[in-house]
């Protein structure tokens, strides 16, 4: 039983570890990557600068657009997540909007509803990167995958997944389009509430079995 808890004491550090070496590399590359540019920023030199050699770099990291996009590996089953673990008697259109409002009361960056100078110069490398956007597409199709399965799998389930999905996306990058232009979180609050509120209703009306209340298992 000692040794039991001993390795798995050593397993979590090692762990820890990783997760710490990942969030550092990242912010290290984030830091210089809005100092110079993505593209006039190398891969050698983020290595150099994190003191350690590309080849390990390349195991965190496959590409040099995943440095960026880390900071979105948390969120990748965030929906799928929030579908399976919703409370008895909630629907799966209802534990969404319920996630995504309280995601605007926190000022989620993910919602795109964040005035803090550090997080629009990140959403501004993220979106002015041509290559990173490219990259971000393929966390949402990941994103919408996860979910899909979280919805029973097949072809309605994909599609449901995908419109969710969407409403999503589009919600966060208009509340981040409007602060980008320079209004404050405090005063896009109201209306970005307002368009969740409308664009999950019309899920709710799109897809009228996602948003009957989940039945008590038996």
């Known amino acids: 039983m000692v040794r039991t808890l001993v390795t798995m004491g050593e397993t979590g550090l090692r762990e820890r570890k990783r997760q710490r070496m990942y969030e550092d590399v990242s912010e290290i590359a984030i830091g210089m990557f809005l100092e110079k540019g993505f593209d006039a920023v190398s891969v050698a030199e983020v290595a150099a600068a994190a003191e350690i050699s590309k080849p390990t770099l390349f195991r965190y990291f496959p590409s040099k657009e995943d440095l960026v996009l880390y900071r979105f590996a948390d969120h990748e089953t965030e929906a ?17 909007r319920a996630h995504f409002l309280d995601g605007l009361g926190r000022l989620d ?46 072809l309605d389930a994909r599609l449901a997944a995908g419109q969710i999905t969407a409403v999503r996306r589009i919600l966060a990058l208009e509340n981040w389009r ?14 970005a509430v307002a368009a969740a509120e409308r664009a999950f209703a019309r899920l709710a009306a799109g897809l009228p079995e996602l948003a009957q209340p989940a039945q008590p298992s038996k």
């Open 80 to 96: 799928a997540q929030v579908v399976v673990g919703r409370p008895e008697g909630q629907s799966v259109i209802g534990a969404l």
């Open 109 to 154: 960056p993910v919602t795109g509803l964040n005035d803090h100078p550090a997080v629009l110069a990140y959403l501004r490398l993220l979106y002015g990167t041509p290559s990173l956007v490219a990259r971000l597409y393929e966390y949402l199709e990941r994103s919408e995958g996860a979910l899909a399965e979280a919805l029973g799998g097949g």
């Open 178 to 191: 409007r602060i980008a232009d320079g209004e404050t979180a405090a005063q896009v609050r109201g209306d």
